[in-house]
Every structure is written in C-alpha cells, then in structure tokens.
C-alpha cells in the first residue's frame, strides 16, 4: 500500500528519470484519468544554494490524449497536491475516475484544488 506521510529513513524507491515536473501556469487545468502511479522520492538542486535535496514525488501515468508528448506521465512535487490525490489513488477503483486538477497562484504560494468524477461510460 501507497502512504503519503513519508518520513526519512522509510523504504521509499528514488523515481526513475526523465522527470517531467507538473508545472501548469496559474489558473491552469489539466482533466485527466490516472492509469497508474507511484510514491517516491527525487533529488533536485536547489537554486539559492546549489545543495541538493531530497523531495517527495507522486508519479501519475495518463493516456496520450491527455499528453501526448512523451514522457506519459507528471511528477507532482507539490505536497498539498499529493496530500490531496493519494486518498483517491488509495482506492482500488481510482482509474475509473477522471482528476481536474486546478493551478491557483504562483509558486511558492501556489495551491491546487481538485475535483474527481467518475469517467462516463
């Protein structure tokens, strides 16, 4: 089972690369099924201090007409998203739901607010 509240020194896998950051601009929307997914963790170089450090990642695979640009998934970093979907993605019908995910703001204040519907037959 997928949890959320990593802690360190949990047996968390690094995700591989290529990365693909979710990053939709303010008031951006992307309304997608999520096919698979997974919980993990990501190095990054932070830019202020040039250190590298560890983050959070959810991986979220969708269909190509959602993104049709390989890779086919996102790599979401944002903890108040990934607080959010991980719920749902916990439930063993998650990919018979559609995610509208909604970009409010701008980075580092940004939040999200999600909506989840089922897929119409």
């Given at each position: 089972m997928?949890?959320?509240?990593?802690?360190?020194?949990?047996?968390?896998?690094?995700?591989?690369?290529?990365y693909?950051?979710?990053?939709?601009?303010d008031?951006?929307?992307?309304?997608?099924?999520?096919?698979?997914w997974?919980?993990?963790?990501?190095t990054?170089?932070?830019?202020?201090?040039?250190?590298?450090?560890?983050?959070?990642?959810?991986?979220i695979?969708?269909?190509?007409?959602?993104?049709?640009?390989?890779?086919?998934?996102?790599?979401?970093?944002?903890?108040?998203?990934?607080?959010?979907?991980?719920?749902?993605?916990?439930?063993?019908?998650?990919?018979?739901?559609r995610?509208?995910?909604?970009?409010?703001?701008?980075?580092?204040?940004a939040?999200?607010?999600?909506?989840?519907?089922?897929?119409?037959?």
């Amino acid at each position: 089972m997928h949890r959320f509240n990593l802690k360190k020194g949990d047996d968390v896998q690094m995700i591989a690369s290529p990365y693909e950051i979710f990053d939709i601009g303010d008031g951006g929307v992307v309304n997608t099924p999520i096919l698979k997914w997974e919980l993990g963790e990501m190095t990054i170089n932070v830019r202020r201090t040039q250190q590298a450090k560890t983050i959070k990642v959810l991986r979220i695979f969708v269909p190509a007409e959602t993104k049709p640009i390989f890779p086919d998934y996102y790599d979401i970093t944002s903890t108040t998203l990934i607080a959010q979907l991980v719920p749902f993605l916990q439930q063993p019908d998650y990919t018979t739901k559609r995610y509208k995910i909604t970009k409010i703001g701008v980075a580092p204040t940004a939040r999200f607010t999600l909506e989840v519907t089922p897929i119409s037959a």
